[in-house]
């Protein structure tokens, strides 16, 4: 396969709320942020590497029952580091989805932490190796997929 994911765009409620959430807690460089006639932005990533674009032109909480987004993944380089993000999310006040690291399945030794963002977009933080002996949610589907 060529393709490969670019970047995501998100639509949001609050630009300023979540800023703060995607730059001062899981830690995304502001890349850009456009602010005009209504119309505002915020292009996030890595360096100058894209990897969020937020769009500032929703109204209410994300609704996991209309087609969309699913969840967004993000992959992190060990288990140690998805608990240090554990630990600040739940510092910030964030929802989890799951009590703390799970595996993607029974028996896995993937898996990570899933958690909410401020307009109930359902995020994962995890890693493919080092979660051996963490409990799966579900028995015979994947942790990241049912709500």
Same mark, same amino acid.
């Given at each position: 396969?060529?393709l ?9 409620t609050?630009?300023?709320?979540s ?8 830690? !995304?460089?502001l890349l850009v942020e ?5 119309r505002? !932005?915020?292009?996030m ?6 990897a969020l674009?937020?769009?500032q032109?929703?109204d209410g909480m994300?609704?996991k029952?209309?087609?969309g ?7 992190a380089?060990?288990?140690e ?6 630990t600040?999310?739940?510092e910030?006040g964030?929802?989890?989805a799951?009590?703390g ?6 028996g896995a ?6 958690? !909410?963002?401020p307009?109930g977009i359902?995020l994962?933080?995890?890693v493919?190796?080092?979660v051996?002996g963490?409990?799966a ?7 990241c997929?049912?709500?």
């Amino acid at each position: 396969m060529t393709l490969r994911t670019g970047h995501v765009g998100l639509n949001v409620t609050d630009l300023n709320r979540s800023l703060a959430f995607y730059r001062d807690v899981l830690g !995304f460089d502001l890349l850009v942020e456009g602010k005009e006639d209504g119309r505002r !932005f915020a292009l996030m990533g890595e360096g100058a590497t894209l990897a969020l674009a937020l769009w500032q032109q929703a109204d209410g909480m994300y609704d996991k029952a209309r087609p969309g987004l699913h969840h967004l993944a993000f992959q992190a380089d060990s288990i140690e580091r998805v608990r240090a993000y554990e630990t600040s999310l739940r510092e910030y006040g964030v929802e989890f989805a799951y009590d703390g690291v799970v595996a993607h399945a029974e028996g896995a030794d993937s898996g990570g932490i899933f958690f !909410f963002d401020p307009d109930g977009i359902r995020l994962e933080i995890s890693v493919s190796s080092g979660v051996e002996g963490a409990p799966a949610p579900h028995e015979a589907a994947p942790t990241c997929g049912f709500f």
